[in-house]
């Protein structure tokens, strides 16, 4: 049973540029959350995705987009890239259908902004 | 808004020591908690989680109880071993657990030496 799986695993980008994460949730998970985690922090929630549609956003810029897929897999993007943008982003999975289950995290995409 | 605020680290022990990582929380309503831990290269694995006051949440021989009094969920272990040290994030969320965003606080890193 494959657990969540992301890519790239790391990733180097210059300022102003555009980047594309991915992610493929556990199976049987239906939705996905993201999350940025700079250098010695705690992950902060970005938006989180449920039947193709954006459900919930955290404080974060209209530069972060995203998109889930009918496979429910998901795409992060970030467009004009800064350099406080470079950070680890984690990817989570759930289930909408079950209370109190906890979200399953991917092992991130590390973002680094030259 | 939410938050979680933990102890500061790095958390340095001798192995079998006794471990408390404080954490405590601020929130509307009734949120559930969880530990996650991070080991070095990785994502969050979940440790434990309460999702009701007075819950306890327990794995690995970790423990920690969900205290609405005080608003706190310190994570303890009776004797820790070197493949303990990794960073551990406390965490919040609002709506039963499952799909809701998860706050973090900022992660104490725990480091076990023999």
């Known amino acids: 049973d494959a657990g969540v799986t992301q890519s790239p695993t790391h990733l180097i980008k210059t300022r102003g540029q555009q980047v594309t994460l991915r992610c493929s949730p556990k199976?049987?998970?239906?939705?996905v959350s993201w999350y940025q985690q700079a250098l010695g922090q705690g992950p902060q929630f970005i938006f989180q995705?449920?039947?193709?549609?954006?459900?919930q956003r955290g404080n974060f810029p209209d530069r972060f987009s995203g998109h889930q897929f009918p496979n429910y897999s998901s795409e992060l993007n970030v467009n004009a890239l800064l350099l406080g943008d470079s950070a680890l982003y984690l990817c989570?999975?759930?289930?909408?259908?079950?209370?109190?289950?906890?979200?399953?995290f991917g092992d991130g995409t590390r973002l680094s902004i030259l | 808004g939410n938050s979680v605020t933990q102890m500061e680290g790095p958390v340095t022990l001798s192995e079998e020591a006794f471990l408390t990582i404080n954490c405590t929380y601020t929130?509307?309503?009734?949120?559930?908690l969880f530990w996650y831990v991070q080991y070095p290269g990785e994502g969050l694995q979940l440790l434990l989680k309460a999702t009701k006051a007075d819950d306890k949440g327990s794995n690995k021989g970790f423990e920690a109880t969900y205290r609405k009094e005080t608003t706190s969920f310190h994570l303890e272990k009776g004797s820790v071993q070197v493949s303990d040290s990794a960073v551990y994030f406390c965490a919040l969320s609002d709506k039963g657990g499952t799909a809701s965003k998860l706050t973090f606080g900022t992660g104490t890193r725990l480091q076990v030496t023999l």
């Open positions: 929130a509307t309503g009734y949120p559930s």
């Open positions: 199976s049987g998970h239906d939705t």
């Open positions: 989570a999975s759930s289930f909408q259908g079950l209370n109190n289950q906890p979200q399953h």
């Open positions: 995705y449920y039947e193709e549609e954006e459900r």
